[in-house]
């Protein structure tokens, strides 16, 4: 069991940034691809970036690609995703989550775990 927790999102202005966490607990952390997804009301989650178990790969949304840098500190049991350059679009809740496989996936219902979500608005 893996138990997730987001954190640092918040109200920005358009062009602002913004830097989510994801600190994991339980089982080992560094045997899981984590994800970040977001979903606005009404629609499905969307993909937003993945990192592989050990960090040296990194996958990215067109809609996000040179704007937000996914990383991980396994030491800390920490998942970051650093967004640049924020846009109106950009206005979700971010989710982070855990899948077992080494890459992971950008289909949402591949992943095992789950955090409650982080709300970021980005305001033009």
């Known amino acids: 069991q893996v138990q997730l927790v987001e954190s640092g999102g918040g109200l920005v202005q358009a062009g602002d940034s913004l830097r989510l966490s994801c600190t994991a607990s339980?089982?080992?952390?560094?045997?899981?691809?984590v994800g970040w997804f977001r979903r606005v009301p009404g629609e499905e989650r969307e993909f937003v970036a993945r990192i592989s178990r050990t960090g040296v790969r990194t996958y990215y949304a067109d809609s996000v690609k040179g704007r937000f840098t996914i990383s991980r500190d396994n030491a800390k049991n920490m998942s970051y995703l650093q967004m640049n350059n924020l846009k109106p679009e950009d206005t979700a809740v971010y989710y982070c989550a855990a899948d077992r496989r080494h890459y992971g996936s950008k289909i949402a219902d591949e992943y095992e775990y789950w955090g409650q979500g982080t709300q970021v608005t980005v305001s033009s």
């Open positions: 339980g089982r080992i952390y560094n045997g899981y691809a």
